[in-house]
Antibody
Framework: QVQLVQSGAEVKKPGASVKVSCKAS????????MHWVRQAPGQGLEWMGR????????NYAQRFQGRVTMTRDTSITSAYMELSRLRSDDTAVYYC????????????WGQGTMVTVSS | DIQMTQSPSTLSASVGDRVTITCRAS??????LAWYQQKPGKAPKLLIY???TLESGVPSRFSGSGSGTEFTLTITSLQPDDFATYYC??????????FGQGTKLEIK
């Protein structure tokens, strides 16, 4: 079945970087954009950016420009989101999500990865 | 950037009720509007895309409508499983996506 499986929880210190992975299966990985969305504890959803797995082209939300890097490895059908210069307010659950044939809507989501930033 | 404003932030209703959640965009977003349902500790689930198209497997008691800057999600005959938080999301031609702040649907 179509699924996205993310890497496990992370604890990082302020100023460090974190890299979250998202393993896709059950569909043609390069055929669908992959997005990253985060959710701080008790808060709403925040779009971070997207990657075209076919070309590697990316678009980032303005507030993350310069701090986020999205990449992919088509040989292992995985997408990655790296966030640098972490702050305490980056503590959140990070989700990968696929856009299917759904007009820019996210039809498949990963299970989420909790990233905690604490000294 | 396009801002999305949902109302109400919290909605109390009973099983069997009909409820409507509104999402307003700061400028016209054409048809690039989707709705998601999220339950505590779970990833969001796509309910509706392109304003009114029901995602496969979503019950027909969910419906979406609207155009331009104002959109609504309606749930008829609320079921116990529907109590959750709902988010609208837009896509703009500048390759940017924005979520509404969410509407928590609670049992009255």
């Amino acid at each position: 079945q179509v699924q996205l499986v993310q890497s496990g929880a992370e604890v990082k210190k302020p100023g460090a970087s974190v890299k979250v992975s998202c393993k896709a299966s059950g569909y043609t990985f390069s055929g669908y954009y992959m997005h990253w969305v985060r959710q701080a504890p008790g808060q709403g959803l925040e779009w971070m950016g997207r990657i075209n797995p076919n070309t590697g082209d990316t678009n980032y939300a303005q507030r993350f420009q310069g701090r986020v890097t999205m990449t992919r490895d088509t040989s292992i059908t995985s997408a990655y989101m790296e966030l640098s210069r972490l702050r305490s307010d980056d503590t959140a659950v990070y989700y990968c999500a696929r856009v299917g044939t759904t007009f820019n809507a996210f039809d498949i989501w990963g299970q989420g990865t909790m990233v905690t930033v604490s000294s | 950037d396009i801002q999305m404003t949902q109302s109400p932030s919290t909605l109390s209703a009973s099983v069997g009720d009909r409820v409507t959640i509104t999402c307003r965009a700061s400028q016209s977003i054409s048809s690039w509007l989707a709705w998601y349902q999220q339950k505590p500790g779970k990833a969001p689930k796509l309910l509706i895309y392109k304003v009114s198209t029901l995602e496969s497997g979503v019950p027909s008691r969910f419906s979406g409508s609207g155009s331009g800057t104002e959109f609504t999600l309606t749930i008829t005959s609320l079921q116990p499983d529907d109590f959750a938080t709902y988010y609208c999301k837009q896509y703009s031609s500048y390759s940017q996506y924005t979520f509404g702040q969410g509407t928590k649907l609670e049992i009255k």
